[in-house]
């Protein structure tokens, strides 16, 4: 199977290590990369556009609450670029906000989940997305 590319968005550092060692854990071969602010994540996203030899992400998971641009702004921005609109936006977030939740559809996420508190849960939550996105959704 071919490796499977990952943007993690976050801009906290313990929500960074927990969802990259939950996403190794689950399967080793995933490559993440990690852009900690809304704005830094565009710029990446940018760089396909200009060079299109490069691996774009097979998924984004994207937190809301983000410096510089935040999660609404990132997937408004993703799903209005004809280069990056079918990379799927998974929201991965703390806020379950019914208004969070509305604008992140209304700009076309693919879906939202809110992060459990629990590092267990978490952890399974995260194998059960990857296990969807990677394994058996035809990308």
């Known amino acids: 199977m071919k490796e499977f590319h990952i943007l993690l968005v976050e801009d906290n550092e313990g929500d960074i290590l927990m969802t990259s060692e939950s996403i190794q854990e689950y399967d080793p071969d995933c490559h993440i990369e990690v852009a900690r602010n809304g704005q830094e994540a565009i710029e990446k996203l940018q760089s396909f556009k200009e060079d299109p030899l490069l691996k774009k992400p097979d998924l984004i998971l994207l937190d809301i609450n983000l410096p510089r ?14 280069y990056l609109s079918s ?28 992060k459990p508190t629990e590092a267990e849960e978490f952890s399974k939550m995260v194998a059960a997305l990857i296990e969807f996105w ?3 959704v035809h990308l």
């Open 69 to 82: 641009k935040n999660g609404h702004e990132v997937v408004a921005f993703i799903k209005n670029q004809l």
């Open 134 to 136: 990677k394994r058996n």
């Open 87 to 114: 990379i799927p936006v998974v929201i991965l977030t703390t806020s379950s906000a019914p208004l969070d939740i509305q604008k992140a559809y209304e700009a076309h996420a693919n879906s939202y989940l809110t």
